[in-house]
């Protein structure tokens, strides 16, 4: 499966296995979804269960807590990340404080589907990732799959949570896992191991990263898309790297990466966010007070530029290879 | 940019809305129309929404300057049922002066009164069922009252003390009773307005019986969540019924700033195609007659209605106010719609149901009720006395589960709590 397949088969395991469970948004319904995420979902479940919303994320976000405080189980969708703003209100003052302000009477239990993320010639307003506004927030988690098998194990995980949970999704690996090299022809997840997903239910429980490549001389923490980039990078360059997948940033795996940082003596961490203030900068404090006496390197943070996401200079903009092998060298050099 | 103006076109003007009256000036009610009571038309709760439009700009009233009740909207309540709505206004209006002053002598940091507005809360409550969920905004106390939740409870949540189910964690005021159809106060104005619509929509969607009503105050009404429940409400004929209450003031600001210059607030539900109502906001029998056509209205699928009560902030907007820095002082003594408690008293009185006497006898009597809840309220504490609940609690309720930061951050602050001797810190 690709991934937008494994989310479908997510929602689908979830509505068939809980009466509670349902889909809406912005062309969710008849249409299947702009990304076809949702396809299907409607002819089999009816239209009270998988339905069109109108154009207001504030609406969409406020009526999933509603539903969420009556008993059900929603996972609205907002069509891009980069459109969720409207619903902060909603999911930081009302999702993620409901159980805290209520004492536990109320609760949210609402998954919000965003895709997010560059590397599409989306620009400004069909690249970002806002993750950091959400690590941010007590309350509320954040779960970032980088194959096909994670996001549907992730994705049910996230709908049986109790919590609101933030599902995001990189769109640029969609259809096939993306190296960073814009200029050669794509691939598809067929011929990658997270491609193989089950047709029936499992779940990869939230909060735990997954090493993705056991290495030596240093840890590389990342999630969504640059966890294929800098896989791709590490082998090229031929160093002994660790690699961890985070995938949930919010409650975060840090026994794991505490674990390799101190065996290896170096971290750097890689996003597509801007840097200023982004979860790369909170990975990196978190290291730096936990594992100082075992670094043997100052931490590095690879990430996208401190700018809004540009259209035709993208490739500049993205933390690809070229950017991601100089500060290989820069880290092993110390 | 200059204010240059090219000389061929007349200078633009901004129009920046003003109240009538200002500290000082004299209070003349003379443009606000008040149609006699009666004389609107009670349409069917299916009627197409559009149909509407007069209602949208009119004033259901029922109680006349005789104190009859009148008209097409009369709900013919029994005097059983007069009395009980009477008497649950006037525990509002007792607990409301009584909490106010709990805040001025200094034992808790924060209150807010519903004087003036008690028919909005209290008989709209007792128009509903007692399973349909509300949503309201932090001037609806009378939905606890009525639907006899502890005022000690209410109390305790305004102590902060001991027995705070809330645990401390919430501003006074900002109750939640789930048990008793009473949603989490939220202090993030006008977001409960689609939750309500969500929660509706949900029970729509599973075939219950059970029905969702919102407040929020004609201010909130300029908030996107507002437009949001509107057209949600609309699209999927919701069975919710949206309250405006229109009390004229939001803190400082005159209903001006929230567009009440140029149309009416029931005349938003017009432009939705959700069924909008203008009431007289200080006539419990119009507001108990209204609530109960829209409930019926919601209960057969005909989907939402909005409901504008017209009425006034008597008092501050809370303890955090001075409404004399903005406002005229006579407002509240000439608003031309009165009372709500007066009115419904003087209505039992013309109908032989009630006299001077009794009533004099109940403030009495709760007086009394209050003033013992109170009294054991305080039993578990006051604000200024420290704090009362487990310290480690603050850490309760974040997530389902605590993960390990939080974990680490409770261990932090217990261990503060040692380092500083103070003697409340363990469970």
Known sequence: ?334 | MSGDVPANRPPLSLHVPEPRFRPGDAVDYAHVEVPPAGSARRPEPGDAAASFHELAFGLVRVLDEENRAVGPWAPRLSPDVLRQMLRNMALVRAFDERMFRAQRQGKTSFYMKSTGEEAVSVAAAMAMQRDDMCFPSYRQQGILITRDYSLVEMMNQIYSNRGDKLQGKQLPIMYSAKDYGFFSISGNLATQYPQAVGWAMASAAKGDSRIAATWCGEGSTAEGDFHSALTFATVYRAPVIFNVVNNQWAISSFSGFAGAEATTFAARAVGYGIAGLRIDGNDALAVYAATEWAAERARTNAGPTLIEHFTYRAEGHSTSDDPTAYRSADEATGWPLGDPIRRLRDHLIAIGEWDLERHAAQDLELAEQVKRAQKEAEANGILGHGLHQPLDTLFDGVFEEMPWHLREQQAQMLAEEEASGRPWARK
């Open chain 1, 1 to 334: 499966m690709n991934m937008i397949q494994a989310i479908n088969s997510a929602l689908d395991v979830m509505m068939g296995r809980d009466d509670d469970v349902l889909v809406m948004g912005e062309d969710v319904g008849y249409f299947g979804g702009v990304f076809r995420a949702t396809a299907g979902l409607q002819q089999k479940y009816g239209k009270t269960r998988v339905f069109d919303t109108p154009i207001t994320e504030i609406g969409i976000i406020g009526v999933a807590i509603g539903m969420g405080a009556y008993g059900l189980r929603p996972v609205p969708e907002i069509q891009f990340a980069d459109y969720i703003y409207p619903a902060l209100d909603q999911l930081v003052s009302e999702a993620a404080r409901l159980r805290y302000r209520s004492a536990g009477e109320f609760t949210a239990p609402i998954t919000v589907r965003s895709p997010y993320g560059g590397g599409i010639f989306g620009g400004q307003t069909h690249s970002q990732s806002p993750e950091g506004i959400f690590t941010h927030v007590s309350g509320i988690k954040t779960v970032i799959p980088s194959t096909p098998y994670d996001a549907k194990g992730l994705l049910i995980a996230a709908i049986e949570d109790n919590d609101p949970v933030l599902f995001l999704e990189p769109k640029r690996i969609y259809n096939g896992p993306f190296d960073g090299n814009w200029d050669r022809p794509a691939k598809n997840w067929s011929a990658h191991p997270g491609g193989a997903v089950p047709a029936g239910y499992y779940r990869i429980e939230l909060g735990k990263a997954a090493t993705v490549r056991e290495g030596g001389d240093l840890t590389i923490l990342a999630y969504g898309t640059m966890v294929h980039v800098v896989q791709a990078v590490v082998e090229e360059a031929g160093v002994d790297a660790e690699i961890l997948d985070l995938r949930t940033l919010v409650p975060l795996d840090i026994e794991a990466i505490e674990v390799s940082v101190k065996k290896t003596g170096r971290c750097m961490i890689v996003h597509e966010a801007t840097r200023t203030g982004g979860f790369g900068a909170e990975l990196s404090a978190l290291v730096t007070e936990r594992c100082f006496h075992h670094l043997e390197a100052p931490v590095e943070r690879v990430t996208g530029f401190d700018t809004p996401y540009p259209h035709s200079l993208e490739w500049a903009y993205f933390p690809g290879p070229v950017r991601i092998g100089q500060a290989l060298k820069k880290i092993m050099k110390d």
